[in-house]
């Protein structure tokens, strides 16, 4: 499915809109258990809904549920007896989240049953055990819940094991067997930088579908909206040492709205604290990140490294390019000697990689780097912003494969960066130097290199924006590990501005890696 701009048919749309009418009865309280839906009648609902103007949630949680505290909502469980499909022994169930504290708008989800019937899951207070609270939940009628986990044999037939949970504005996040969670995606990012400020688009209605009996794979349906779009998603959900979520969404600016500014598509959402490239002398941990690099390749087939970093102040960095094959957040150091934590885990966080499917037209991958004050704030964003956007009302439609990796993740074919870290051994140089100056040392492996005749030669190519003048190279094997190292210097030219670095291996002048790129921010 291409990136697109164009109106639906007028076929469609009659038959849509008879789908569109069963969906309205749905959402005003009818009997569920005679409606049905599908993919284009969701699309409907968001385009029609596109035409008027946002109604932000108007219902009020009970005010016990109002001025919950932390403890107390952690002390709410969903008794796993209750999970949706557990009676019928399918291979996947689901379990929902209470509202209260930072969950306060609800969602409305339904089952979707084989034939398109539609089955509304209203909130039933029997189905959570409220702990040590002594409140009433079946006082409380349909609240509505604040998201879903689907949960599914991963790690052995045992046990259902947490597969993906869909929680919070347009967040999810899912495992591959052996991981952790880490890095969130989202369903759509809306100004995050360039515009008046940050519009968290929220999915208010889910739609599950009933799996088969021994199914491998799992479908949701979505309703995204927000001030200024709305959108229809569908995501399959297929489980494994490598869980892939593959995605198809319509979205729709609204008429009439305001401008957005920068539409991010595919937005995954992290957290980079510490790391080789930037330790801390007070923790000792070595390195704190979800994620500690974003990857991508260009529709030429240049794959691209950018270490991450934590700013002082919000760094954007923008990569243009046309039919990116594809990008991600990955967490490439599996090491646990690399973080020392023992409940953290870091080494199991999943990396995540979105692959496009069909064209997606010209455009730029976006990085956005935020400071922050510890590891429980996400500060790492990156997303696809498309070069056009669509009018209003009309649909940009994309698709793309987003796959939750663990220790096999996405390489390049030829060569990767292992490390890259800054700073001096012995030197000469005054501190004043070594600041002006700084240094990098830079880790290469990969079949490409592997393959090389014993002496051959290697060559770094190192460059810099005009505000930088490399001084020094030097590429030579590292024996201790079988890579390849790399040595480079650089020296400001204006000290208050950034500037920008490249470094690639070549052999016989044949590109033999990935390229490393840098931004070494203002000190």
């Known amino acids: 499915m291409t990136l697109t701009i164009r109106p639906f048919s007028t076929a469609r749309c009659t038959r849509t809109l008879v789908l569109l009418g069963a969906l309205f009865a749905v959402l005003c309280g009818a009997s569920a258990q005679a409606q049905r839906m599908d993919w284009d009648g969701l699309t409907q609902l968001a385009q029609s809904r596109a035409a008027g103007t946002y109604q932000a949630n108007s219902d009020k949680l009970p005010a016990e549920l109002a001025s919950i505290t932390y403890d107390q909502l952690r002390d709410i469980r969903f008794k796993p007896e209750q999970s949706l499909w557990r009676a019928d022994a399918l291979p996947f169930e689901a379990q929902f989240f209470h509202l209260g504290l930072y969950q306060t708008e609800p969602v409305r989800i339904h089952e979707l049953m084989p034939d398109g019937r539609v089955n509304h899951l209203p909130y039933r207070g029997a189905d959570f055990d409220v702990g040590k609270n002594t409140f009433n939940p079946a006082s409380w009628g349909d609240l509505g819940h604040a998201g879903f986990r689907l949960h599914y044999p991963l790690n052995g037939q045992a046990y259902k094991d947490e597969l993906v949970v869909f929680q919070g504005a347009s967040y999810f996040r899912a495992l591959g067997a052996g991981q952790q969670y880490g890095l969130s995606a989202r369903g759509l990012a809306i100004d995050t930088v360039g515009g008046s400020g940050e519009e968290f688009p929220r999915f208010t209605e889910f739609w599950l579908q009933r799996p088969a009996a021994g199914a491998t794979d799992v479908t949701v349906f979505a309703l995204l909206e927000s001030p200024r779009a709305t959108g229809a998603y569908r995501f399959v959900i297929r489980p494994g040492q490598q869980t892939t979520t593959t995605v198809n969404a319509r979205i729709f600016l609204r008429a009439g709205a305001g401008p957005v500014n920068t539409l991010g598509i595919a937005p995954l959402t ?183 005749p014993a002496g051959a030669t290697v060559k770094a190519v190192v460059s810099a924006n005009a505000n930088g003048r490399v001084l020094q190279t030097l590429a030579y094997p590292n024996p201790a590990t079988r890579t390849w190292r790399v040595t480079l210097r650089v020296e400001r030219v204006d000290a208050t501005q950034p500037v920008e670095l490249r470094a690639f291996l070549q052999h016989n002048n044949d590109t033999v890696s990935e390229t490393w790129t840098h931004l070494l921010l203002p000190e």
């Open 270 to 452: 992290s957290m980079f604290l510490t790391g080789e490239n930037q330790p801390s002398a007070r923790d000792f941990r070595p390195e704190v990140h979800d994620s500690d690099g974003l990857m991508m390749v260009t529709g030429e087939g240049e794959w691209l490294w950018r270490p991450l970093q934590r700013p002082t102040s919000v760094t954007v960095s923008s990569f243009t390019m046309q039919n990116p094959r594809g990008f991600g957040l990955m967490q490439r150091d599996r090491s646990f000697a690399s973080f020392e934590d023992v409940e953290a885990r870091y080494e199991r966080r999943p990396s995540a990689w979105v692959k496009p499917l069909g064209d997606w037209g010209p455009g730029r991958v976006e990085l956005v780097q935020l400071s922050a004050p510890d590891e429980t704030h996400d500060n790492i964003v990156a997303y696809w912003v498309p070069a056009a956007l669509p009018a209003p009302g009309q649909p940009l439609e994309v698709a793309y494969e987003l796959a939750w990796q663990g220790d096999a993740q996405q390489r390049p074919p030829s060569s990767w960066v292992t490390q890259s870290r800054r700073g001096y051994g012995y030197t000469r140089l005054s501190a004043e130097e070594q600041g002006r100056q700084p240094q990098y040392v830079l880790d290469f492996t990969g079949p490409a290199l592997d393959a090389l």
